[in-house]
């Protein structure tokens, strides 16, 4: 992949990124000669190639221009969720060992609560902008690099993410750095450019926060392949549809509760935008129900793409819109010359349609930061590498997921999927959106407990409860129908649209 200082130099007055909340228009030239500075400044301090540096920053310019300033510098870089509390933070800070932190005015109370704390401990603190209370001005730090200027060759810098901790407290996924010499080389991952067709061309919406994986990657790629990023400060449906016809939007990538808000617009809303330049509306993160999916596809025609992965970048699963409708439900096929096995708990290889442990062969290796356990916990005897999801494939490979090991009911000595009661659920009309997990039982262990979102608040209570029970006990078998109910205004999701199902466990761990 080019790297930025080529579509600087080739074309330093273009769009690099359009930020919608502050109507920042950050061009190649700027963005090259910002991260140019950053750069020197990172040597400065006499940070080595393979350091690691933290970012706690909202969506705005300076995030991609400390981004590329690390990979110039030869540096990890490590975004922080903004909604992360001060203990997590903490814990993040210290298992990445980073050596400097960088927050956002915008932030001002997380990074007091951080100083208050000590949760940064002895770290060197910037601020940007003007500087905040226990943290130096970047901007004064700068002032010693006021120009661009030629950069010792370092390896490429790379981010250093940490997964969104749905099973419990995040783990970092670190990569080797990219020789110096390699850094026009492509990609070991390159559907995004062989199946999404990003090119110069690209206008990509990014909707979601650049500290989580897939934004941070895809924004970085666009700029990379020449193309603009739109970036949102927050997802708002009616603010994302009109930045696809404002600026002619190409590509775009989506979770499923974007979805759902999307589809809520009022039709005359979703209909007064014209979104005829929009060729790819990428989702993934969390699985998506097929009403919901179909919807979308009757609305912006056959342009969506589904992808299966995690950020340990170990396999990858592909399908488009016109094998998605033959296969309601599927994540695809294994791409990049993978190939996916489904197996039962003794290793054994499974037929199509029984349901087992995902495993992906001919995947790079990857490791767990500080928990080598963890990273040996996710490979097999036969070096299958996987994310602990479980699912099935079909007679021609086309995968459907089931749930995650960690999220199975057993009640009874009886194994129940969450996700195939959540997507009964999910048909009925009167639900937006649904969780079912296990709670405790004295007699059968554990049994399903529906956790529902209605799309009326207004119908929550006994009568929609009676009503859902009965549209489950006419699709599912007796042990699979919820025992209990729950009506709430929101699901606990990370801010990347998956569900934090463990926080809905911890509510229930009581049988009271």
């Known amino acids: ?188 991952d390159m559907t995004w450019k062989s199946l999404y067709g990003f090119g110069e061309d690209t206008v990509y919406l990014s909707p979601a926060p650049l500290y989580h994986a897939a934004p941070n990657r895809y924004v970085t790629r666009t700029i990379g ?35 759902v808000r999307l589809l809520a617009l009022p039709e005359e809303l979703r209909q007064q935008h014209d979104l005829f330049s929009h060729r790819c509306a990428i989702h993934a993160a969390a699985p998506c129900p097929v009403a919901v999916k179909r919807a979308m596809i009757a609305w912006w025609g056959p342009i969506l793409w589904e992808y299966y992965a995690g950020s340990e970048g170990v396999g990858t699963t592909v399908i488009g819109s016109e094998d998605w409708l033959r296969r309601p439900g599927s994540v695809g096929r294994p791409v990049n010359g993978v190939t996916v096995h489904i197996c039962d708990e003794t290793g054994q290889g499974l037929p199509p349609g029984e349901v087992g442990q995902i495993w992906f062969e001919g995947g790079p290796r990857f490791a767990y930061h500080n928990a080598p356990e963890k990273t040996a916990g996710s490979y097999n005897a036969r070096g299958w590498a996987s994310l602990g999801d479980l699912g099935s494939l079909d007679e021609e490979g086309f995968l459907f997921l089931s749930d995650r090991r960690a999220d199975l009911i057993l009640s009874g000595g009886v194994n129940l999927y969450p996700q195939e009661i959540e997507a009964v659920l999910a048909q009925h009309p009167a639900v937006a959106e649904v969780a079912v997990v296990g709670v405790p039982h004295p007699e059968f262990g554990e049994q399903v407990r529906a956790v529902v979102v ?20 006419a699709h599912l078998a007796g042990p699979k129908l919820p025992r209990s109910m729950e009506f709430v205004a929101e699901l606990p999701r990370s801010e990347a649209g998956k569900l934090l199902r463990r926080i809905l466990k911890e509510r229930y761990l009581s049988p009271a």
């Open 1 to 188: 992949m080019a790297q930025l200082s080529h579509w600087a130099a080739r074309n330093p007055g273009k769009v690099a990124c359009h930020f919608l909340e502050s109507g920042i228009a950050l061009t190649y030239g700027a963005l090259e000669a910002r991260a140019n500075r950053l750069a020197q400044w990172l040597i400065g301090l006499g940070l080595q190639p393979g350091d690691g540096i933290a970012l706690l920053l909202e969506n705005r310019p300076e995030f991609l221009e400390i981004a590329f300033a690390a990979r110039q510098a030869g540096l990890c870089y490590t975004p922080l969720s903004i909604h992360l509390r001060p203990r997590e933070v903490a814990y993040v800070l210290r298992d990445s060992g980073a050596r400097l932190l960088l927050v956002s005015p915008a932030l001002a109370g997380l990074a007091a609560e951080l100083v208050a704390e000590g949760a940064a401990g002895d770290l060197p603190r910037f601020a940007l902008a003007e500087g905040l209370p226990g943290y130096a001005p970047l901007e004064a730090a700068l002032a010693e690099y006021p120009a661009p200027a030629p950069l010792p060759e370092r390896p490429i810098g790379r981010e250093f993410l940490y997964s969104s901790g749905t099973t419990g407290l995040p783990k970092g996924i670190r990569r080797p750095l990219i020789p110096y010499a390699d850094r026009d080389r492509p990609e070991w």
């Open 225 to 259: 392949a020449g193309g603009t990023a739109v970036v949102l400060g927050r997802f708002d449906a009616a603010a994302a549809l009109a930045a696809i016809e404002r600026f002619r939007v190409t590509h775009s990538q989506w979770v499923p509760t974007m979805f």
């Open 454 to 473: 209605p799309r009326d608040p207004a119908a929550a209570g006994p009568a929609l409860e009676a009503e859902l029970v009965a549209h489950c006990r």
